[in-house]
């Protein structure tokens, strides 16, 4: 979602990516059938999509062992046979954990979201055109730069605010082409969609994501698009921030969901763009990625100037901002 500045972790390692069109696929279905069978009560609706993200995680899992058990049967010698084997039945087990780290990270997520839908109404008239939030501004023709070393290799980060437009459920939405480089090759290719409404709040509109290796495009998960397949924009950055307030950035189930918890407003950071005081620090999850949690800053008057990793340490920082033709 949005300043995506750290290089994506797979979910499920190599056994899940055969069967990520298979998960959007079965939640999709589950979404479209009123998540019936969910095993809880028919009013608690936020319980009822995590069970239901729960079971199709599940069965995407089930699918995806069972396929690599189909290719382990056609390897000729027994000992290789039996390696695919116990390494089909190791994946499944990690994947099945994946699975039930994620429905705790949802449970938790509803705790605090209450029983409700998440159904925000959205009204193309309380948008206005430009995104002016102190704390994420988006002036069309400027690029913030962003660097830092990652476990993956070196990480520069082109956040390019175009002065391209889409419209969204009505809404007109700033285009930002985000551009990552790992080690000088390019691994992430995203344009992302923005648009604020008359109270400040900042909504994130969707994205269409391209992740990379050698230059060959490796996967599309987290692309979707508000309004498309039951999937609804989020919050990125509130009109009026208190510390403690915890909110939906994106949620298109089992594809990308992103919330933000204010732990600070007086933070201070140092990058190599400058020393900002007084930042907004945020800490930011997903059930997707249950082990990744990441704490952002943003300054007023400049958006985001820092990005932590708390699983790794990594740091992407704020380098420079100039302008640019797109």
């Keep these: 979602m949005g300043m995506k500045t750290i290089p994506s972790r797979s979910l499920f ?9 298979a998960r959007v696929v079965i939640s999709a279905a589950i979404i479209s059938i009123g998540l019936i069978g969910s095993g809880k009560a028919a009013s608690d609706f936020c319980q009822n999509t ?11 899992a089930e699918s995806a062992h069972t396929v690599a058990l189909g290719k382990c049967s056609n390897i000729s010698d027994p000992s290789a046979r039996n390696d695919c084997r116990n390494q089909a039945a190791a994946d499944f087990q ?15 997520a509803c705790q605090k979201f209450g029983p409700a839908r998440y159904d925000p109404v959205i009204d193309r008239a309380n948008f206005v055109r430009h995104v002016t939030n102190p704390f994420f501004p988006l002036p069309p023709g ?27 459920l009505g809404v007109t939405c700033t285009e930002v082409h985000d551009v990552v480089y790992l080690d000088g090759k390019l691994a992430e290719d995203t344009l992302d969609w923005f648009a604020q409404d008359k109270q400040g709040n900042v909504w994130y509109f969707g994205e269409n994501t391209e992740e990379l290796i050698d230059g060959r495009p490796s996967t599309l998960a987290g692309t979707f698009t508000a ?38 407003l007086n933070a201070t950071v140092t990058v190599p763009r400058g020393t900002f005081t007084h930042c907004l620090k945020t800490l930011e999850t997903t059930p997707l990625e249950p082990d990744a949690r990441e704490n952002k800053y943003y300054a007023s008057g400049v958006g985001n100037v820092l990005t932590v990793d708390l699983q790794t340490g990594s740091k992407i920082k704020l380098v420079r901002i100039h302008p640019n033709n797109e």
Aim: aromatic share 8%; hydrophobic share 35%.
């Design 142 to 168: 400027q690029t913030f730069v962003y660097e830092g070393q990652t476990p993956d290799g070196f990480t520069h980060d082109d956040f390019i605010v175009t002065h391209k437009t889409k419209v969204i």
């Design 50 to 60: 995590a069970q239901a993200a729960l079971d199709a995680c599940q069965d995407a």
């Design 227 to 264: 309004g498309i397949n039951n999937d609804k924009p989020g919050i990125v950055m509130e009109g009026n921030s208190l510390v403690g307030d915890f909110y939906r950035q994106e949620f298109a189930l089992a594809t990308a969901e992103d919330n933000a918890l204010v732990v600070s």
């Design 13 to 21: 390692g190599h056994l899940l990516n055969i069967t990520k069109r």
């Design 94 to 108: 990690d994947a099945l954990q994946t699975c039930r780290d994620g429905f705790t990270s949802r449970q938790a």
